[in-house]
């Protein structure tokens, strides 16, 4: 195969880095394997060493691809998992519009074999202009964040907070320093705030430092970020900010009717 340049064409290493994505994507490797050694991809390609190193040097920095010092270089050994961000509820389940949070993450582990872990925190915090706009309250007031930090099989795999009016959470379990069971729909519900509906917002941003820190992520994978608000039929009672690594999620939406 040559990838020779045109006219107008990318330099050869982002054509190479462009092909080598595509195989990978086809299933040509399998997690965990070894990518073909610099000399073969030369052989292959019709390219310089420099030219492959570059190549691989960007697949490196999306996290597809992971150099083992002595050993050679690695397809990514995790794999990518579809997360139902919205997934209506099942017939019987609580009169809320989707499927908790918890529920859909517990379900997707067991499905893929995988241990789901989860650590919680509770603050007392000044809501920024995104979330006080949002939830129409005045600008710098405080708000409840409920943060839940989860793991799959001990890899970082989502940052997950949930800011609620401190008038709204007094005196219910959103109180609590503990994660209440069921999700903190229940919470909601206890207190006579039944969600009808939400607004969901989703961009990708690249992580600060202290996330890419948490995700121990490759240098160029970007977060998907999903910013949901809830509403009752008064009004708005909650933001969720959700923040995923490009390279382990997938987010999936379901709507209308479904069958299991």
Same mark, same amino acid.
């Given at each position: 195969m040559n990838i020779s340049r045109g006219?107008?064409?990318?330099? @050869?290493y982002q054509r190479l880095a462009a092909d080598l994505r595509r195989r990978i994507?086809?299933? %040509?490797?399998q997690a965990g394997e070894a990518l073909p050694v610099?000399?073969?991809? %030369?052989?292959?390609?019709?390219?310089?060493?420099n030219t492959v190193r570059l190549a691989v040097d960007v697949l490196v920095n999306e996290g597809l691809l992971v150099r083992v010092q002595g050993k050679g270089t690695y397809l990514k050994d995790h794999p990518v998992l579809d997360h139902h961000a919205y997934l209506s509820p099942a017939a019987g389940a609580a009169a809320t519009p989707l499927t908790p949070p918890s529920l859909s993450y517990a379900r997707e582990a067991e499905r893929a074999g995988r241990k789901l872990t989860a650590d919680f925190q509770m603050l007392i915090v000044r809501a920024t202009t995104d979330i006080t706009d949002r939830l129409r309250i005045a600008a710098g007031e405080a708000v409840v964040l409920r943060r839940v930090l989860r793991h799959m099989d001990g890899e970082p795999w989502s940052i997950e907070e949930s800011h609620y009016p401190v008038a709204l959470a007094a005196s219910t379990a959103l109180m609590?320093?503990?994660?209440?069971?069921?999700?903190? %729909?229940?919470?909601?519900g206890a207190a006579g705030h039944v969600e009808i509906g939400c607004v969901d917002e989703l961009a990708a941003r690249m992580p600060n430092p202290e996330e890419a820190?948490?995700?121990?992520?490759?240098?160029g994978v970007p977060l998907l970020v999903q910013l949901r608000t809830g509403f009752t039929g008064k009004g708005p009672i909650r933001v969720t900010e959700t923040r995923y690594c490009a390279d382990r999620n997938r987010l999936v939406y379901?709507?209308?009717?479904? @069958?299991?």
């Amino acid at each position: 195969m040559n990838i020779s340049r045109g006219p107008g064409q990318a330099p @050869k290493y982002q054509r190479l880095a462009a092909d080598l994505r595509r195989r990978i994507m086809a299933g %040509e490797w399998q997690a965990g394997e070894a990518l073909p050694v610099e000399s073969e991809l %030369e052989s292959q390609y019709g390219v310089a060493r420099n030219t492959v190193r570059l190549a691989v040097d960007v697949l490196v920095n999306e996290g597809l691809l992971v150099r083992v010092q002595g050993k050679g270089t690695y397809l990514k050994d995790h794999p990518v998992l579809d997360h139902h961000a919205y997934l209506s509820p099942a017939a019987g389940a609580a009169a809320t519009p989707l499927t908790p949070p918890s529920l859909s993450y517990a379900r997707e582990a067991e499905r893929a074999g995988r241990k789901l872990t989860a650590d919680f925190q509770m603050l007392i915090v000044r809501a920024t202009t995104d979330i006080t706009d949002r939830l129409r309250i005045a600008a710098g007031e405080a708000v409840v964040l409920r943060r839940v930090l989860r793991h799959m099989d001990g890899e970082p795999w989502s940052i997950e907070e949930s800011h609620y009016p401190v008038a709204l959470a007094a005196s219910t379990a959103l109180m609590d320093p503990d994660p209440v069971a069921g999700g903190d %729909e229940v919470a909601l519900g206890a207190a006579g705030h039944v969600e009808i509906g939400c607004v969901d917002e989703l961009a990708a941003r690249m992580p600060n430092p202290e996330e890419a820190q948490w995700f121990q992520a490759g240098p160029g994978v970007p977060l998907l970020v999903q910013l949901r608000t809830g509403f009752t039929g008064k009004g708005p009672i909650r933001v969720t900010e959700t923040r995923y690594c490009a390279d382990r999620n997938r987010l999936v939406y379901s709507l209308g009717e479904r @069958k299991e």
